[in-house]
């Protein structure tokens, strides 16, 4: 059974920091491509992962490049999201979820549509203060 659960999320200041973890149990992080969601308060989940991780890289939204950061850990099967000059409107629920029909390399490609992903956790929030 597959299964993915965040934590790390908690309520902070803008401009401030926080790390979100996603830890995985019933297949290895390294065999999929792995994305991160977000749910502002009152909106939909935004169709596109803010940050994705694969064999072939990384890739990031706009409005996340340079402040964000995602990375994996083969050893502890986790990925994380370091978060950084948090802005009020970062302000959502903050899911992982992964694809595990594709890796990122050996001809797969990952993609930050949601609707390629198989799996997610149930989210932690994250709320930023201005």
């Known amino acids: 059974q597959v299964r993915l659960e965040e934590s790390g999320g908690g309520s902070v200041q803008a401009g401030g920091s926080l790390r979100l973890s996603c830890t995985i149990s019933?297949?290895?992080?390294?065999?999929?491509?792995m994305g991160w969601f977000r749910q502002a308060p009152g909106k939909e989940r935004e169709e596109f992962a803010i940050?994705?991780?694969?064999?072939?890289?990384?890739e990031y939204d706009d409005s996340v490049k340079a402040r964000f950061t995602v990375s994996r850990d083969i050893d502890n099967n986790a990925v994380y999201l370091q978060m950084n000059s948090l802005k009020a409107e970062d302000t959502a629920i903050y899911s992982c979820?992964?694809?595990?029909?594709?890796?990122?390399?050996?001809?797969?490609?990952?993609?930050?549509?949601?609707?390629?992903?198989?799996?997610w956790g149930q989210g932690t929030q994250v709320t930023v203060s201005s």
């Open positions: 019933g297949i290895r992080v390294n065999s999929a491509c």
């Open positions: 940050a994705m991780i694969g064999a072939g890289g990384t």
């Open positions: 979820a992964a694809d595990f029909r594709r890796t990122g390399d050996d001809g797969t490609t990952c993609y930050r549509r949601d609707f390629m992903y198989d799996y």
